[in-house]
């Protein structure tokens, strides 16, 4: 489902190129469950947030399901994420002046959900967290590893095709994160193609894949031959 | 996104940001009160001068004594005094058909005693005609008859005020007050006016023409009040009174003749100016509130860097953000317009009630201009804020860079 050929993204800073992403082919079928890991400043946030849409390849190609994405316009290209990729962040980015209810429901408004049938997805999705006695709540009102299952709500309140985590247990405790972890895994299980960027080893082999980063390119992949 | 979900959007964080919506809400608030209650205060002078000249009475005309022109010819090296205008003149000036009738006035100021109290008032000398031209109501009594306005029979009018000073609640009908160095008898009093302009007719004593002219031995009127019979007959009543005393003195044209209708058209235009003036000034603070909105609007854009990655993240538009953001800045505005339209009128209020002569009213236009210029200031300066925020990289917005 995703396809990266030659991807190269470069950043100037001062006079000199960094090349965050160096001429990179990688495959990723559907429902795989993938961590990509490697040392901080290897690329791969980069890596995610391209395979996410919110950064553009300076050179090479992308095709998302079929499309070349790097073609589409801003217009489409957020039309795209509405629609295929939800994320999680390692400092969650819940809206501080919504309650938990609010911000999952936030994808929904921006697709243009009709009010009704926005309740009840949020309904059904908080109460799969198990966060229904949560939902009025604030974000400086929840726990830490309840504010990540509501980013983990919110991004898959429209049903996407791909998770991408970016560091989605950094800054929890082992056991919430180690909760939030069997969560993905689980969406995982049931079909949604699972990206993880992380420090923790451990986390990491928990992937059927993993994915080694330095200095922007590739320099290990365990499933390259299941997506080849 | 839809425009509900949006304005819902936009109303949260208006809501979710007290302090900063209050200082935006107080300076668009203080910008279109000042313009509504500014134009009030215009609008109610205006009326009020108006007013003042209509209640002279009607299809009024004044002459007066001198030429306020320049005419050809050497500078007049001694003071070359106008000709008097007199009592015969007036008179002269009443033959003409498209006059009704006359009021000539004479004007001075003496002592008017009543056994040991003393005043110095205004002395008005005057004709019977003088009541129905001016409008005016007696108290009591009556006013001296229509009989020769050249007998100076010893007869007086008392203002409302001198009345009550002389007097207090007794009657003053029939009693003999001292005006000067004559003695007159009170026939009539006159009803309290509460204010008119130029002559404070409270404050008055009034007598026959020629009473005062043997009083303070003079001739020359002050001035001539001429209605004419309709106010299609006003500019033939004018020519002909220019007419009359230029034959009376000699070919010259030695009298103004103001026109009632052209002292209020003007009073009319100079107090419409001011109006127009201070409300182009109070303005200025509604554009100095549109700025606050777009430095607010700033603020609000670079503190919610990461909201805005954030949508984007979750597939926002740059369009959608731009039409959150253009909305709260909407929202401000108009709340803001909202709040000073209701504090200009209460404040309208609290000033009509303190003093209920000045007929205080914010014309309509006033203050459909305040909140459109408010809507627009407020719209406009949100643009920039609004096109910053949907132009931010999200990457690094997410960053919070």
Known sequence: MIQLRHAQRLFTVGDQVVRALDDIDLDIATGEYVAIIGPSGSGKSTLLNAIGLLDRLTHGSYLLEGTDVTRLSDNELARTRREMIGF?????????????????????????????????RVSEVLKAYGLDDRAHHRPNQLSGGQRQRVAIARATVTSPQVILADEP?????RASGLDVVEMLEKLNRNGITLLVVTHDPELATRAARQIRMVDGKIVSDTGSGKSQ | MIATDVLTYAAGSVLGYRARTLLTLLAMGIGVASVVMLTALGEGARRFVTGEFQSLGTHLLIVLP???????????????????????DALAIERSRAVR???????????VSYREREREVMVIGSTAAFL????????????????????????CVLGAKLKHELFGAGPAIGRWVRVGDRRFRVVGT??????????????????????????????????????????????????????????????????T?????????????????????????????????????????????SQRTTEVGLL???????????????????????????????????????????????????????????????????????????????KLDPVAALAGR
Do not use: C
Not at chain 2, 106 to 111: D, F, I, K, N, P
Not at chain 2, 340 to 366: E, H, K, M
């Open chain 2, 66 to 88: 001198g030429r306020s022109e320049t005419t050809g010819g050497p500078p007049p090296l001694l003071g070359e005094t106008p000709r008097d205008l007199t009592l015969d």
């Open chain 1, 88 to 120: 999680v962040f390692q400092f969650f980015h819940l809206v501080p002046r919504l309650t938990a209810a609010q911000n999952v429901e936030l994808p929904l408004i921006l697709s243009d959900v009709a009010p009704g049938e926005r309740r009840e």
């Open chain 2, 190 to 255: 006159l009803a309290s006016e509460g204010r008119s302009i130029g002559l404070d007719l409270e404050d008055i004593v009034i007598v026959p023409v020629a009473a005062a002219q043997a009083l303070f031995d003079s001739y020359s009127l002050f001035r001539v009040l001429v209605e004419a019979r309709s106010d299609e007959a006003i500019p033939r009543a004018r020519r002909d009174i220019l007419r009359i005393i230029r034959q009376r003195h000699e070919g010259e044209d030695d009298v």
């Open chain 2, 101 to 111: 009738r006359i009021a000539p006035i004479a004007v001075g100021s003496a002592g």
């Open chain 1, 169 to 173: 247990t950094g800054n929890l405790d």
């Open chain 2, 257 to 301: 003749v103001i026109t009632q209708d052209a002292v209020v058209a003007t009073f009319d235009k100079i107090f419409r100016a001011l109006t127009l003036t201070v409300a182009g000034i109070a303005s200025i603070s509604l554009a100095v509130a549109g700025i606050l909105i777009m430095n607010v609007m700033l603020v609000a854009v």
């Open chain 2, 132 to 155: 129905d031209v001016r409008r005016l109501k007696m108290a009591s009594g009556r006013f001296f008859s229509t009989s020769d306005p050249r007998r100076a029979s010893p007869v």
């Open chain 2, 312 to 390: 984007k993240a979750l597939g926002a538009s740059s369009g959608a953000i731009m039409r959150v953001f253009l909305a709260e800045a909407a929202i401000l505005s108009l709340v803001g317009a909202a709040a000073g339209v209701a504090v200009g009128y209460a404040a309208i209020r609290f000033v009509d009630q303190a003093y209920p002569l000045l007929p205080l009213s914010t014309p309509l236009w006033a203050v459909a201009s305040a909140v459109l210029v408010a809507m627009t200031t407020g719209l406009l300066f949100g643009v920039l804020p609004a096109r910053r925020a949907a």
